[in-house]
């Protein structure tokens, strides 16, 4: 079965850029989304189809994939971004999850 | 407005049976690819189940073929997910969420979730 990996944990610095990855064999000739999950809540659409953003998502989240990898960035994070995060995508008519990113803004 | 909201959740043994429903509102429903993602206790995001506009399709993660049904009902703007010979490892907050395009795959829409914990 087809596997999406992320790293468990990134750190960054408010106003900074946080890249958050996502890896699975040959990942850029799949759509890949992101979801946003903040404690207690569901998630959150916060990019589809590699690199758009729904309407409401801030700018400052921005997607890409090529090869093996997706990646979701963060640019000027703010406190409010401090969230777990969670690939996304579809093979053989099966939905695939990565296992999330805790996103720590210290 | 437009949302969806879970319902039928609750505490069961192991080896039990429970019905969740999920009912949607400010949408056309029937147009729309839905599923079923569950979310263990402080663990990640996994799908459950798909189920196609009209009905005609329907797909599941492994580890529950044979035991969950996913169905509709496009008249009654809902979704429901049968869940026979539960586990503990069934226990999760579970999610009805909306296939924004089929094709793409992605959920932008989802209800708030309802628990199910299995459990002697």
């Known amino acids: 079965s087809y596997e999406l990996t992320q790293s468990p944990s990134v750190s960054v610095s408010p106003g900074q850029t946080a890249s958050i990855t996502c890896s699975g064999d040959?990942?850029?000739?799949?759509?890949v989304c992101w979801y946003q999950q903040k404690p207690g809540q569901s998630p959150i659409l916060v990019i589809y189809?590699?690199?758009k953003r729904p309407s409401g998502i801030p700018e400052r989240f921005s997607g890409s994939n090529s090869g093996n990898t997706a990646t979701l960035t963060i640019s000027g994070t703010q406190a409010m971004d401090e969230a777990d995060y969670y690939c996304q995508a579809w093979d053989s008519n099966t939905v695939v999850f990565g296992g999330g990113t805790k996103l720590t803004v210290l | 407005e437009v949302q969806l909201v879970e319902s039928g959740g609750g505490l069961v043994q192991p080896g039990g049976s429970l019905r969740l429903s999920c009912a949607a509102s400010?949408?056309?429903?029937?147009?729309?690819?839905m599923s079923w993602v569950r979310q263990a206790p402080g663990k990640g995001l996994e799908w459950v189940a798909n189920?196609?506009?009209?009905?005609?399709?329907?797909y599941y993660v492994d580890s529950v073929k044979g035991r969950f049904t996913i169905s509709r009902d496009n008249a009654k703007n809902s979704l429901y997910l049968q869940m026979n010979s539960l586990r503990g490892e069934d226990t999760a907050v579970y999610y009805c969420?909306?296939?924004?395009?089929?094709?793409?795959?992605?959920?932008?829409?989802w209800g708030r979730g309802t628990l199910v914990t299995v459990s002697s």
């Open positions: 189920k196609k506009e009209d009905g005609s399709e329907k």
């Open positions: 189809e590699d690199t």
């Open positions: 400010g949408f056309s429903f029937s147009r729309y690819w």
């Open positions: 040959k990942l850029g000739k799949k759509y």
């Open positions: 969420a909306r296939v924004g395009a089929v094709g793409f795959w992605y959920f932008d829409l």
